[in-house]
């Protein structure tokens, strides 16, 4: 099993956002500094995280958040990375880049690496925060509607809100698009932004000064949603993976409030059942990472993509996107 430094980081940086009572997680702490110690393989050069660069990045920041030293050597894996551009793929780019931008502003900010270093930290942050910018979209959305967030931060943290153009226009791209916050991680990523910080002003809050005003709130339960639909679900796997193309293609009825992991459950229960799939838990719900027995693999530098037909990627996660009655989503094992 691999290390859950991804998750373990988020729940760090969530668990000082709540002013705890002093050091109840040190060994928390220990434990995320053996993680990145334990999720890499090779050398830095040719090395890569078992898990992601994006969940390597979020460990190196949740430490740097609390104020500990990494070794030099896991700062300058990441600095190698972010250079050779392997950073992620996609949207996932934007993603990955924001969460290594704000480590090497965190780092260099609260000085914990040396001066020739911080130096080349403060170059790289900048570098990024112009990809970012680059990667805007005429619609203001900056990689996808979840990466977004992710960009604004590094805005935010480096001061760069004030004169990057990019900042506004992704700042009323992200207010109109609220409602695709549904779950706790993405909430998370946006609710700072919103307030106008970002994940680094976690280490400077001063907690004495916050009000014990939290109350439970009265949720209405959302309303059911009656009937059925039906979804054409298809499995594409090109060359050089696959001599053919098409490995299933089925009309998959559901009910109507399903989504499309509901949808993938009940393919995987159709008679015969020639369909299975397995996915994996990250911090913003199931990630899929196998269909059909044909396993997505980091080393192999490919993934699931998943497209609502003809040929549009989806920007939501498996758990929280609906499909509509007669879509046809698509499958397909992919290159980054």
Known sequence: ????????????????????????????????????????????????????????????????????????????????????????????????????????????????????????????????????????????????????????????????CQTEPAFGQAMAALQENLGAFGTAATMAQVLPVLHGRSYLDIASMHCGEEPDTLTPLDMEPLAEVLGNKTVQLVVECPLPWCYELRLYDRLVPVPAAASLLDVLQAAAALEPRDFRFHTQDTPQGPFLTEVLGLQARQEKRNYWQILTAPNTPLQMGIADYRPQDGETLILRLSEW
């Open 1 to 160: 099993e691999p290390p859950r430094t991804g998750r373990l980081a988020l729940y760090l940086l969530g668990l000082q956002a709540t002013c705890p009572p002093l050091s109840p997680h040190r060994s928390l702490v220990t434990w995320l500094k053996y993680y990145l110690e334990e999720d890499w393989t090779g050398s830095r050069q040719q090395g890569h995280p078992i898990t992601s660069y994006y969940q390597y990045g979020l460990g190196v920041l949740a430490l740097c958040v609390h104020r500990k030293r990494v070794r030099e050597e896991v700062v300058r894996r990441l600095l190698t990375a972010q250079h050779r551009g392997k950073l992620g793929h996609g949207g996932n780019t934007v993603d990955t880049e924001a969460v290594v931008a704000l480590a090497f502003t965190c780092l260099e900010r609260r000085r914990l690496v040396g001066t020739e270093l911080a130096a080349k930290l403060r170059v790289a942050t900048h570098e990024a925060s112009r990809n970012m910018a680059e990667a805007q979209g005429p619609d203001g959305i900056i990689g996808n509607i979840y990466s977004t967030p992710w960009a604004l931060q590094v805005f935010l943290a480096t001061g760069e």
